[in-house]
């Protein structure tokens, strides 16, 4: 095993990843069935099972669809090529969306571009009282949503739709839209810019466009870095007020919400 371990994390250098070393734990873990931390509880494993998982990593195959499952807050949920990779910078959305609707025993919550599932379900696994309901243009997205669901256990309504059902009336409208420039495509990492869907990332004044379109009493958004501010403007100009910008771990503004009376 600490041959495997040594090998792999040597082949995921030479290949650009960013963190060999705790790629390769990953990896290792995964083959052994055990957590990271226990990988080194261990002398074999199986070098044909991890052969198959490191050519992909080190085609540059991001992390989570190469497990195949990756934890977002309290869940485990299942990653492929359906849906973008869920992120710690998304976490923070969920939790200003929670803190939102505390108090409130049924709110009524819409996540448009679901993806995964993974911010409706996080919301429905937090907040057993609301009912929540997720749209996705992309019927590959909606299904690997389709498929969390069941494997949770969740009651997440999931159905094909875009910005436009934000219209409908919401207590809470939550979002994660596409917000890399076209411009910035060619220089995201491979991970990005080869595997992860593009019409999930690229996107320029949907922010603005959901702000205006949503009849809803809050709403609550992540930003690409250094866009919060035009973000919360967009917020003011349609009405929205108690406009809070929430910076993720990394010190980045990542979230911006606002409330109308």
């Given at each position: 095993m600490r041959d495997a371990l040594a090998d792999t994390e040597r082949r995921l250098a030479a290949a650009g990843i960013e963190t060999p070393r705790?790629?390769?734990?990953w990896l290792v873990a995964h083959v052994l069935g055990v957590s990271r931390s226990d990988v080194?509880?261990?002398?074999?494993?199986?070098?044909s099972a991890l052969e198959s998982l490191v050519a992909r990593r080190e085609h540059r195959e991001p992390l989570a669809y190469v497990l195949g499952d990756w934890g977002f807050r309290r869940l485990t949920l299942k990653t492929d090529?359906?849906?973008l990779v869920p992120r710690p910078e998304t976490e923070v959305l969920v939790e200003r969306a929670l803190a939102l609707i505390r108090g409130e025993p049924a709110p009524s919550v819409l996540d448009v571009g679901v993806g995964s599932g993974a911010i409706a379900l996080a919301i429905a696994d937090e907040h057993p009282g609301a009912r929540v309901v997720g749209v996705d243009t992309s019927t590959d997205a909606l299904g690997l949503a389709r498929e969390n669901a069941d494997r949770l256990g969740l009651g997440v309504e999931l159905r094909a739709a875009g910005l436009e059902a934000a219209a409908e009336g919401w207590d809470l409208v939550v979002a994660n839209?596409?917000?890399v420039r076209p411009s910035e495509w060619e220089r995201l990492q491979p991970e990005i810019r080869e595997w992860e869907p593009r019409a999930a990332l690229v996107g320029e004044g949907v922010h603005e466009a959901l702000a205006?379109?949503?009849r809803t009493a809050r709403l609550v958004m992540e930003v690409g870095d250094g866009q919060a501010r035009q973000v919360a403007s967009a917020f003011a100009e349609v009405g929205y007020g108690d406009i809070r910008i929430t910076a993720d771990l990394a010190g980045r503004e990542r979230v911006v919400e606002g409330?109308?009376?």
């Open positions: 705790v790629d390769a734990e080194h509880a261990h002398d074999e494993l199986d070098g090529a359906r849906a839209p596409p917000y205006r379109v949503a409330r109308k009376a």
